[in-house]
């Protein structure tokens, strides 16, 4: 089976404190949240990362979502239902309410070596 590899930049971070936690899928179903694909690739890097290599992906159709946790606690931090810290996702699809559908995220890992920007958006 082809494989690739793929590059991640996080852009726009608003500070480099917590971490940034990602959920790569090839799983619509799963979307944007990996908790029930076990062939998910989710990673939690310290925030003052910005580039995070993908190595050996099956040739495919992807979707990548990223929260800055900034206080480190696990999870997407919401008041009211909004979210108070940053998130993002691949091709950084307009958001309005809740997040994204996988096909709006979607893009699809064919070469030797694939790229993707994701820009971090924060609402509170």
Known sequence: MPVSDLSLDVAK???????????LTAD???FPKCTDDRRAVTRSV???THDIS???L???DYAIAV??????NGKLDTFAGIPREGFGF????????????????RFTVS??????QVKMLYLL
């Open 13 to 23: 971070l608003r500070s480099t404190r917590g971490m940034i936690r990602i959920c």
């Open 58 to 60: 099956p040739r495919g």
């Open 54 to 56: 993908f190595d050996g």
């Open 28 to 30: 619509p179903a799963n």
């Open 67 to 72: 929260i800055h946790d900034e206080n480190s």
């Open 111 to 116: 070469g030797d070596a694939d790229a993707q």
């Open 90 to 105: 691949s091709r950084n699809p307009i958001i309005t309410f809740g997040p994204p559908s996988f096909k709006a995220a």
């Open 46 to 48: 310290l925030a003052t």
